[in-house]
């Protein structure tokens, strides 16, 4: 009976070990990019903060210049608030743009019987050509030269070439229709992942009761999906936010800085014109706003959506 009880603790105590042993590692496990987070990241937000009260610009040390280069930001810098005012149209037509489509071909695909595998990866496909590929192609695309693509078929209307790229009215929505509508791959696929959610049994109850699909959609599927529209939306806005790649390759922000972003103009005054300080106080501001748009998204978000 003793060596039983024994036999019983001592199995008690081997799973127990086994149990925090997995836990140890899964702690050490955690600990690496926690603390590349806390390098890259954390150590990185606060010299940066500490940065924008300063002039440095790389080949002197930083001088504590106060509050100056907010108050240049604010009161002598219009071509910044150009850049802020590009980024912001982007993000607004990249959001829209990306949601709407990411979410219609996502519903389309759920109604057809087969080809699902095909049509999600043909779509999806687009989002794996590299940046410098995307920029040549939009290059090629709008080359404002009567033998550009977009500038041959409309020659063959009878129309002038137009000038897409070296026309200030022109080149941001030339610089964006490209990744506009061939950038929507992860937000379909994560719209795919939240439809295959939703139980069948309310669809089927809903035809029943004789509903219209239109009736369905906006009833049923938009009120389950919330979460995942409001996940893409933030997702979106902040990838948005961070644009750099079209303006840099293909314009450099140019003309007139009528394709200047926000984070291109940090790079610019950072690592071209040295003036670090300045690009600090900048990035400051950006990633302030940022957090503030993102925190008034998920004011939105309501109530927790349950599929029960």
């Known amino acids: 009976m003793k060596s039983i ?4 603790i001592d199995n008690k105590y081997r799973k127990r070990r086994v149990k925090y042993k997995q836990e140890i590692i899964a702690y050490k496990m955690l600990a690496i990019p926690l603390i590349l987070w806390g390098i890259f990241f954390v150590f990185a937000l606060f010299r940066v903060i500490y940065l924008s009260f300063t002039d440095w610009n790389i080949f002197k040390a930083p001088s504590f210049v106060g509050l100056d280069n907010y108050i240049r930001i604010f009161t002598n810098d219009g071509a910044l608030w150009k850049a802020f005012s590009n980024t912001f149209i982007w993000t607004v037509c990249t959001v829209i743009g990306h949601n709407l489509i990411g979410l219609g071909t996502a519903y389309m695909i759920t109604c057809i019987s087969k080809g699902e595998k095909f049509f999600r990866a043909a779509l999806f496909w687009p989002i794996l050509v590299s940046q410098v ?33 070296s ?21 379909m696929l994560i719209y795919l992942a939240g439809f295959k959610q939703i139980p069948k049994a309310f669809y089927e109850a809903a035809k029943i009761d004789g509903a219209s699909n239109w009736t369905i959609f906006k009833k049923i599927t938009i009120p389950l999906l919330k979460p995942i529209i409001l996940l893409n939306i933030v997702y979106t806005t902040i990838e948005s936010f961070k644009v750099i790649g ?20 940090i790079y610019q005054d950072g690592f ?26 998920f004011r939105f978000e309501g109530e927790t959506v349950t599929y029960e």
């Open 133 to 165: 590929v995307g920029a040549t192609m939009i290059e090629w695309i709008f080359d404002p030269s009567p033998y550009g693509f977009l500038n041959t078929i409309i020659g063959h209307f009878g129309l002038k070439s137009v000038a897409w790229l």
């Open 272 to 297: 071209v014109e040295n003036k670090m300080g300045y690009a600090s106080s900048i990035a400051v501001m950006f990633f302030i706003f940022i957090l503030i748009v993102t925190i008034i998204q």
């Open 246 to 265: 079209p303006m840099q390759l293909v314009t450099n922000g140019g003309p007139i800085g009528s394709t200047m972003s926000v984070v291109l103009r």
């Open 5 to 8: 009880s024994m036999k019983k």
């Open 167 to 187: 026309d200030p009215d022109m080149a941001l929505v030339s610089l964006m229709l490209y990744p506009l509508f061939l950038g929507f791959g992860i937000r």
